[in-house]
């Protein structure tokens, strides 16, 4: 299996209510992508971070195998939430895939 674990900060500037709203926008997209996209074992994106965190948000998802991760990366579903849910609303990306 292979672990995806990406953090994310928000673009500066957002009211407490947009931040809590995209926030939890980026949550339901990206949780839900799993029964749609093949290969995905477990999707949870954390959205209420401690206040030593550093980033505002974090996806820990676990996929079947490395093509799997590779087939999430493009699929059409998947590109739809990055698109529309995630790119838009962050200006830091950090990822770090690993097996387990």
Same mark, same amino acid.
């Given at each position: 299996?292979?672990?995806?674990?990406?953090?994310? =900060?928000?673009?500066?500037?957002? @009211?407490?209510? #947009?931040? &809590?709203?995209? /926030? !939890?926008?980026?949550?339901?997209?990206?949780?839900?992508?799993?029964?749609?996209?093949?290969?995905?074992?477990?999707?949870?994106?954390?959205?209420?971070?401690?206040?030593?965190?550093? =980033?505002?948000?974090?996806?820990? @998802?676990?996929? #079947?195998? &490395?093509?799997? /991760? !590779?087939?999430?990366?493009?699929?059409?579903?998947?590109?739809?939430?990055?698109?529309?849910?995630?790119?838009?609303?962050?200006?830091?990306?950090?990822?770090?895939?690993?097996?387990?």
């Amino acid at each position: 299996m292979v672990k995806h674990i990406i953090v994310w =900060t928000l673009n500066d500037g957002y @009211s407490v209510s #947009e931040k &809590e709203n995209i /926030l !939890k926008e980026i949550k339901e997209g990206l949780e839900g992508l799993k029964g749609k996209v093949p290969g995905i074992v477990e999707i949870k994106v954390e959205i209420n971070p401690l206040e030593s965190s550093n =980033t505002d948000l974090m996806l820990d @998802s676990t996929f #079947e195998n &490395e093509d799997a /991760l !590779k087939g999430y990366a493009i699929h059409p579903d998947h590109v739809e939430v990055a698109t529309k849910k995630v790119r838009p609303f962050t200006k830091i990306r950090s990822c770090f895939d690993y097996e387990v």
